[in-house]
Structures are given as structure tokens and as C-alpha cells.
């Protein structure tokens, strides 16, 4: 049994040794945006009142402009209410947003289509082709927040990683110990 103990702990020691040598580096190229891990949640919180935010504000305009325009509105109204999109225009937005972001940014299950980097970039393209100009850079905001999200999702992994191995090191380590201490005594005594 010592021995078996022996072999598993230098093995784990040695899948540590390699995880504490590559997974920094790893986490430096697949992490730009990392952060402390004790402060994830509260970064994830963050993005959530981001995201929530840029909907709002957009919403917020185009109701408070569909209201000023009021539902006789004539060519001759002022242009920034004519170059405004419209509440109709900004609906694939919104729809995105409650079906697709907000969920993904609340949770922490897996959503396929923006947990891939590749996917969500071909989502929020085609919601660009959907949506008027003005509203481009709130996607793109919408869609750096989703990318920093998939970022945290990835640090966690890695995070859990990197500590992981030693719940399985560490007490097969103090077992090696007290066992090699017992063996050590039986073979003393005879």
C-alpha cells in the first residue's frame, strides 16, 4: 500500500509540477482579461449592469423619441428624431438580448452559441445586418461584454484546474506520511 501510495503521489506531484508550469502561460494567451478570481462574481455582476444598462439606454431613446415624434409625425420633424431608429427597428436587439445575452451573462450554463467565440461573432454580425447604424456600437459593446464573460468562464476552468490537482495530492501526500511513519515503527519494532 505504501508503495502504490508512493507511485500515485509522485505521479500527481508531477502532473502538478507540469500544471504549475504551463497553465500561467496558458492562462496569459487565453485570458486577456484576466482578474482576480476571488473577484469574479462581482466583474460578472458588473457586466450584467453593463449589458443592462446599453439595452435600457437604448430603448429609453427610441421610446422618448417614438413619443416626442408622437403618431402623426411628418417629414418635417426635427432630424435627429428622423435619423433615430425606430422602437420597430431595434426590436432584433432587445429579442437577442433577453433570449441570448442576458441569459448567458446570468448563468452559468452553457450557452453554445455565445460560449464559442466563432459563433457568437457570426451571431452579433448578423444581428448588425439587422439593426440600423446607430446602434452598431452597442453591439459591439454587448458583444466585448460577452467575450469578457467567456474570458472569466475560461480563468475559472483553468483557476480550477491549477488548485484541483491538490485535493487529490495533498491527502494522498499526508496518507503517504502516516503510513510511511507506521512502516517505518512496525519495521523498527521487528
Known amino acids: 500500500v505504501v508503495m502504490i501510495l508512493l507511485i500515485v503521489?509522485?505521479?500527481?506531484?508531477?502532473?502538478?509540477?507540469?500544471?504549475?508550469?504551463y497553465m500561467p502561460n496558458m492562462m496569459t494567451t487565453q485570458v486577456q482579461a484576466e482578474t482576480i478570481f476571488e473577484q469574479i462574481d462581482h466583474v460578472r455582476q458588473q457586466l450584467v449592469t453593463e449589458a443592462d444598462a446599453l439595452i435600457t439606454a437604448v430603448m429609453d431613446v427610441n421610446i422618448a423619441l417614438a413619443v416626442a415624434a408622437g403618431p402623426g409625425a411628418s417629414l418635417s420633424?426635427?432630424?435627429?428624431?428622423?435619423?433615430?431608429?425606430?422602437?420597430e427597428s431595434i426590436a432584433p436587439l432587445r429579442n437577442f438580448y433577453l433570449i441570448e445575452v442576458r441569459p448567458f451573462l446570468e448563468?452559468?450554463?452553457?450557452?453554445?452559441?455565445?460560449?464559442?467565440?466563432?459563433?457568437?461573432?457570426?451571431?452579433?454580425?448578423?444581428?448588425?445586418?439587422?439593426?440600423p447604424a446607430e446602434v452598431h456600437e452597442t453591439t459591439r459593446s454587448l458583444e466585448a461584454i460577452c467575450d469578457e464573460e467567456r474570458q472569466l468562464?475560461?480563468?475559472?476552468?483553468?483557476?480550477?484546474?491549477?488548485?484541483?490537482?491538490?485535493?487529490?495530492?495533498?491527502?494522498?501526500?499526508l496518507a503517504l506520511l502516516l503510513l510511511g511513519a507506521v512502516h517505518a515503527a512496525v519495521a523498527l519494532r521487528y
Do not use: Y
Not at 420633424?77 to 422602437?87: K, T
Not at 457568437?120 to 454580425?125: D, N, P, S, T
Open 9 to 21: 503521489v509522485v505521479a500527481s506531484g508531477v502532473f502538478g509540477a507540469i500544471l504549475q508550469h
Open 77 to 87: 420633424a426635427p432630424v435627429e428624431l428622423q435619423s433615430a431608429p425606430r422602437v
Open 107 to 131: 448563468s452559468r450554463s452553457r450557452n453554445v452559441l455565445l460560449s464559442n467565440r466563432d459563433q457568437a461573432r457570426a451571431a452579433f454580425m448578423g444581428l448588425r445586418t439587422l439593426l
Open 153 to 173: 468562464r475560461r480563468q475559472t476552468v483553468l483557476h480550477h484546474w491549477l488548485h484541483g490537482w491538490l485535493m487529490l495530492h495533498v491527502p494522498l501526500s
